[in-house]
């Protein structure tokens, strides 16, 4: 019997340690075919971000040797089995970097340090310019006592260079929750005093860096360009409208059924009511953590926890307009609403109409039934 993959964010130990396992492994094929430099792909919590994040890292990584993890997965029935193990690959999760700003800069230079740690061996004969640089964003990565990323903008794209340089590989970048410290930052009143830094190390890494190969973002929130991912023009965004990648975030009806049955559970019209209603790209797709949990306990109730992007939609509908609120109570109404949706977040106009729907969608309150109309962001 397959243990309940309750909480497990490695993919690793999904594979090791017995956890049901739903194969999203073709995902990688769909990568590596699109080709684009920088993916961001945004989806409610609990929708299998973290674990899909772990398994294109474990894939690609050229330290490791993951054959047995991957053994009988459906990527490894395509021609693009022989990339299995061949790039250098730095996995940075955002994740845990919350609550005041002393502690998201902890994580962050935590997350940064640790793929340093990792590639140790890669500074080995450094040129003197290459030693002072490298002296510089040590010294700055260790120091916890500064509370800011100003200095340290260069350092993921300076492991990226040396690591080019050692294997003569370009590099994979994996970033997880990129969104959580902008939306802690947002909601607790020190969002300048992150973003500067903040966007400054994605845009080094993502942008100017001659060392990259691809980039994997995820996140909840899709966020402004001119916030965040300034004249990022090579950003590729698949939201929840988007059909790309739709089919790897989430079960489908079958993944499923197929799941409760072997659990010895049955897909009924209780289930599907509780945990389906989520239209992703063309499809409907079920909440994986809210199914896993209720697997796990058999109760059939609500899974999901506060979080600061809820914070900021129930202080964006606390000085909302008067019109929004009355269409809010129109849609509880009816159960549907026509309106204009904008899922791209701007953090300056939070409380606009179309930018509060926009929340709704992304964290998974509502979901887009049919697009209308379609221009950049708008739905």
């Known amino acids: 019997m397959k243990k309940i993959p309750t909480g497990i964010k490695s993919f690793r ?7 049901y396992f739903v194969d999203k492994t073709r995902m990688i094929k769909d990568f590596l075919e699109r080709g684009s430099e920088v993916t961001l792909v945004t989806r409610p919590r609990k929708f299998e971000k973290t674990i899909n994040m772990s398994m294109l890292s474990e894939f690609f990584d050229i330290t490791k040797d993951s054959k047995e993890i991957f053994k009988g997965t459906k990527i490894m029935d395509t021609p693009y089995a022989s990339e299995l193990n061949q790039y250098p690959t730095i996995f940075i999760s955002f994740a845990d970097a919350k609550r005041d700003k002393a502690s ?7 997350q940064v340090l640790k793929e340093w740690d990792r590639y140790v061996y890669v500074f080995d004969d450094l040129s003197k310019y290459e030693q002072n640089k490298h002296d510089f964003l040590e010294s700055r990565l260790m120091n916890y006592s500064n509370g800011n990323l100003e200095g340290i903008v260069d350092s993921i ?3 990226m260079d040396k690591l080019k340089d050692y294997y003569h590989k370009e590099v994979m970048v994996f970033i997880d929750e990129y969104d959580t410290p902008f939306i802690e930052a947002h909601t607790k009143g020190f969002y300048e005093e992150v973003r500067g830094g903040l966007s400054g190390l994605l845009h080094n890494s993502l942008k100017t860096s001659n060392s990259l190969k691809y980039a994997f973002i995820t996140g909840i929130q899709r966020v402004a360009k001119e916030n965040i991912f300034s004249d990022l023009n090579n950003l590729v965004v698949c939201d929840v409208t988007d059909q790309r990648y739709a089919a790897y975030f989430g ?3 079958d993944e499923t059924k197929e799941l409760l049955e072997y659990f010895g559970l049955e897909l009924n ?3 599907k009511e509780m945990y389906d209603g989520y239209h992703i790209g063309n499809g409907d797709i079920y909440n994986p953590g809210s199914l896993l949990n209720y697997v796990d306990t058999k109760e059939l109730t609500s899974y ?3 979080t600061s992007a809820n914070t900021m939609i129930k202080d964006g509908i606390k000085k909302s307009s008067r019109d929004f609120k009355e269409r809010y109570k129109e849609l509880i109404e009816d159960g549907y609403l026509d309106t204009e949706v904008n899922l791209q977040i ?6 606009s109409t179309p930018t509060l729907w926009g929340l709704f969608v992304n964290a998974g309150y509502l979901t887009v039934d049919q697009v209308i109309d379609l221009m950049d962001g708008y739905y």
């Open 157 to 159: 794209s300076f492991l």
């Open 251 to 253: 079960f489908d009806s």
């Open 346 to 351: 701007s953090f300056y106009e939070v409380e």
């Open 13 to 19: 130990k999904l594979r090791e340690e017995n956890y």
């Open 269 to 271: 019209n209780k289930v």
């Open 104 to 110: 998201i800069v902890s994580t962050i230079k935590d």
């Open 304 to 306: 999901w926890v506060n």
